[in-house]
Nanobody, 129 residues
């Protein structure tokens, strides 16, 4: 059974940084033909894809709103997925979720919009001005 747990959220000021972590059990982040990503949802808004990549290739995608400020990465030794968030803005305030899917043939075609199978419980990020 796959279990994803996010951590690292918090309350920061505009311009500050946070690094979110997603640890997994029952899942290996370096598995080929899989997709992993970070998503967020603010109150009253739909879920938004933030950053994701396909482990079987070099495909990494970022939402336009975070391009150049956020970086997705993984540490295979720790089996952990990260989201480094720099230059945070109030509009980045949301619950952040990590997600994974092992149908790489499908998820890689729409990394930020795909309906991932496995989800964590989320970690809250609040950015004040």
């Amino acid at each position: 059974q796959v279990h994803l747990v996010e951590s690292g959220g918090g309350s920061v000021q505009t311009g500050e940084s946070l690094r979110l972590s997603c640890t997994a059990s029952g899942w290996t982040f370096d598995s080929s033909a899989t997709c992993v990503g970070w998503f967020r949802q603010a109150p009253g808004n739909g879920r938004e894809g933030v950053a994701a990549f396909y482990a079987g290739g070099a495909s990494t995608f970022y939402a336009d709103s975070v391009e150049g400020r956020f970086t997705i990465s993984q540490d295979t030794a720790k089996n952990t997925l990260y989201l480094q968030m720099d230059s945070l803005k109030p509009e980045d305030t949301a619950m952040y979720y990590c997600a994974a899917d092992d149908y790489g043939g499908s998820c890689r075609r729409n990394l930020l919009g795909y309906q991932y199978h496995y989800w964590g419980q989320g970690t809250q990020v609040t950015v004040s001005s």
